[in-house]
């Protein structure tokens, strides 16, 4: 009788795994933000992070790979995986559909504390996608992706029976969304500006309120 063999995994070996690609990651970002995505190479990356240049290719076969799990990262809420993140967020917010004016601050705070982590990575990929056609590409991706999040809280208001300001379509309503929580708005005001995130997150939600309820916005304080 044969016995299947399950393959030994050892807890210290994956601890390291996980500290090698911490340090692989925390490199990458610092370094294409700071020196931009073209001029950082997989080599300045290695050197960064301490570890020889097949490591960082366990992490991302390429450069343009390794950008994105960088973005992957950095998105992440809480240390959990996106689509879990992004699940936490839709639930936030239906917790408090009923409340247009809470729905929206609470959208506020979260985009607010996303972009804290993700402003810089995201405007070192805007940069390379002027001279990059496949940086080009994945920005156009993310673009789309975020339009569609912005999307997806309009619904979440009409689903509740809430009353878009007069003359806002969802459509346009979407697009004022968007523009919002940009990731260089938040590093205007809180990077350029000294906002504090907190200011930050607080001003945005009520410019959502103003936008897009308008008077009704003044229903919950």
């Given at each position: 009788?044969?016995?299947?063999?399950?393959?030994?995994?050892?807890?210290?070996?994956?601890?390291?795994?996980?500290a090698t690609r911490?340090?692989?990651?925390?490199?990458?970002?610092?370094?294409?933000?700071?020196?931009?995505?073209?001029?950082?190479?997989?080599?300045?990356?290695?050197?960064?992070?301490?570890?020889?240049?097949?490591?960082?290719?366990?992490?991302?076969?390429?450069?343009?790979?390794?950008?994105?799990?960088?973005?992957?990262?950095?998105?992440?809420?809480?240390?959990?995986?996106?689509?879990?993140?992004?699940?936490?967020?839709?639930?936030?917010?239906?917790?408090?559909?009923?409340?247009?004016?809470?729905?929206?601050?609470?959208?506020?705070?979260?985009?607010?504390?996303?972009?804290?982590?993700?402003?810089?990575?995201?405007?070192?990929?805007?940069?390379?996608?002027?001279?990059?056609?496949?940086?080009?590409?994945?920005?156009?991706?993310?673009?789309?992706?975020?339009?569609?999040?912005?999307?997806?809280?309009?619904?979440?208001?009409?689903?509740?029976?809430?009353?878009?300001?007069?003359?806002?379509?969802?459509?346009?309503?979407?697009?004022?969304?968007?523009?919002?929580?940009?990731?260089?708005?938040?590093t205007a005001l809180?990077?350029?500006?000294?906002?504090?995130?907190?200011?930050?997150?607080?001003?945005?939600?009520?410019?959502?309120?103003?936008?897009?309820?308008?008077?009704?916005?003044?229903?919950?304080?």
């Open positions: 009788m044969d016995i299947e063999k399950r393959p030994y995994r050892s807890p210290r070996r994956q601890e390291q795994a996980r911490r340090a692989v990651l925390d490199a990458a970002a610092e370094l294409f933000a700071s020196r931009g995505y073209a001029a950082t190479s997989r080599e300045d990356v290695a050197r960064a992070a301490g570890v020889a240049v097949p490591t960082v290719a366990t992490v991302a076969a390429t450069k343009r790979a390794l950008l994105e799990a960088v973005l992957d990262d950095a998105g992440r809420r809480d240390g959990q995986p996106l689509p879990l993140a992004l699940r936490s967020w839709l639930q936030d917010l239906r917790a408090v559909q009923h409340d247009p004016a809470a729905l929206l601050r609470a959208h506020a705070r979260s985009s607010s504390a996303v972009s804290a982590h993700t402003a810089a990575v995201t405007e070192a990929v805007r940069r390379a996608a002027g001279a990059d056609a496949s940086i080009a590409e994945l920005w156009a991706d993310l673009t789309v992706q975020r339009r569609r999040g912005q999307a997806t809280v309009v619904e979440l208001l009409a689903q509740a029976g809430s009353s878009l300001r007069p003359g806002l379509s969802p459509a346009e309503a979407a697009d004022v969304l968007w523009v919002l929580t940009d990731d260089a708005l938040h809180v990077g350029d500006r000294g906002w504090t995130q907190e200011r930050f997150a607080g001003w945005l939600g009520e410019a959502m309120c103003a936008l897009l309820l308008g008077d009704s916005a003044t229903r919950q304080q």
